[in-house]
């Protein structure tokens, strides 16, 4: 019988004798969902799946530091989306863009990436979303993409529900505008 239940990896992880096998587990749980949720935010196959292997670097090296007292994949959630922030910020840091060309930039990848299979409508999506804020684009892909409730989103990106809502509104109308053009 397979292990995948939160708990029982986490009592296995605290087990040295189990350690690696449980890492294993989790990594596997987890790694599709945490490599979309940063590909959303980077765009770049490569770049997220390097992220990705980063930020299960830094679940294995944390875990003595998870106290449980939120969710196991909210927690992964949080590594993941501060690891692609830094990336974002670091690309934006090292070429001395603006926010906005960095946008422009993920934009350009995502037309000539050879990993996105998506039509026509896909892809104006994928660019009303790459318009949104940083913030309201992270909330929109969680919502809409993940399908995660506001409780947990609260938690990884360390924000109030009421606030994620009305970030998620405003996010959805913008995107609703862009794409009716």
Do not use: C
């Not at 765009?43 to 090296?61: G, R, S």
């Amino acid at each position: 019988m397979a292990i995948t239940d939160d708990i029982e990896i986490l009592q296995k992880l605290r087990d040295k004798n189990s350690l690696n096998y449980a890492f294993s587990l989790l990594v596997n749980k987890y790694k599709q969902q945490v490599y979309f949720h940063i590909r959303r935010i980077v765009i770049n196959h490569d770049d997220a799946d390097d992220i990705t292997q980063n930020t299960f670097i830094k679940v294995f090296e944390n875990l003595h530091q998870f106290r449980e007292d939120s969710k196991l994949y909210t927690w992964i959630y949080r590594i993941a989306t501060n690891e692609a922030l830094g990336h974002l910020k670091s690309k934006r840091n090292r070429f001395f863009l603006p926010f906005i060309d960095v946008e422009h930039q993920l934009s350009n990848s995502l037309h000539t990436s050879k990993y996105f299979s998506g039509d026509e409508i896909q892809m104006k999506l994928q660019q009303a979303i790459l318009k949104l804020p940083e913030k309201q684009r992270l909330v929109f892909n969680m919502r809409y993409y993940d399908e995660m409730k506001y409780e947990d989103m609260a938690e990884v990106l360390g924000t109030s529900v009421g606030a994620l809502k009305a970030s998620y509104h405003i996010a959805a109308k913008k995107i609703e505008e862009s794409v009716t053009q």
